[in-house]
């Protein structure tokens, strides 16, 4: 498991900044909010910069960019993104 130590140290380096993301939407908390199982037990609250509730469904696989502006615990606590962008999923045949 990971340390403390390297916790803080990985949140010092990616608090902030502007990530690019893929993950499940779990749930449609508002026109602009959704819950988004980012990868294996870790869920973000993701705030975009405009409304996405009508585009997507609660089960789709998205993709976006976002600042991570709090670390949660990723399972019971989620992580935080904001000002985030929706960008095209390009399916792959």
């Known amino acids: 498991s990971e340390t403390t130590y390297a916790k803080n140290k990985c949140e010092r380096k990616y608090k902030g900044v502007i990530l690019d993301f893929e993950g499940k939407v779990s749930d449609i ?26 585009i997507v469904k609660k089960g789709e696989v998205i993709k976006f960019s976002g600042k991570i502006t709090s670390f949660g615990t990723g399972i019971l606590i989620s992580h935080d993104i904001n000002s985030a962008i929706l960008k095209p999923l390009i399916h792959s045949k």
């Open 29 to 54: 908390k508002d026109e602009r909010k959704l819950h988004v199982m980012i990868n294996a037990d870790n869920y973000a609250d993701v705030v975009f910069k405009s409304a996405v509730a009508e």
